[in-house]
């Protein structure tokens, strides 16, 4: 599974983004998908799960509430909705493709900058 992220940007506090995760390869509806956050200067951080039917989904508890997974597995698309961010949201955000939700994950997409001004 290769994965491509994208949809950060800059953006005033209270404000949205909406990033997204494209999927290629045939194994992408066998994975939860999961998105993952690393600020400067910190380790990388679970943000939210999604499981590979879209049944399930799991966030940090400091996004839950503002934060929203969804995923379109004929358009292999997964998504992350960020709503009321705030300037501690600012980070790297990385979209991964993981089988369980305690897995580690199995693939990696780059990284889309995420920046919250206050």
């Known amino acids: 599974v290769q994965l491509q992220a994208s949809g950060g940007g800059l953006v005033q506090a209270g404000g949205s983004l909406r990033l997204s995760c494209a999927a290629s390869g045939r194994t992408f509806e066998n994975y939860g998908m999961g998105w993952f956050r690393q600020a400067p200067g910190k380790e990388r951080e679970f943000v939210a799960y999604i499981s590979w039917g879209g049944g399930s989904t799991y966030y940090v508890d400091s996004v839950r509430g503002r934060f929203t997974i969804s995923r379109d597995n004929a358009k292999k698309m997964v998504y992350l909705q960020m709503n009321s961010l705030k300037p501690e949201d600012s980070a790297v955000y990385y979209c991964?493709?993981?089988?369980?939700?305690?897995?580690?994950?199995?693939?990696w997409g780059q990284g889309t900058q995420v920046t919250v001004s206050s």
């Open positions: 991964a493709a993981m089988k369980t939700l305690v897995a580690e994950p199995d693939y």
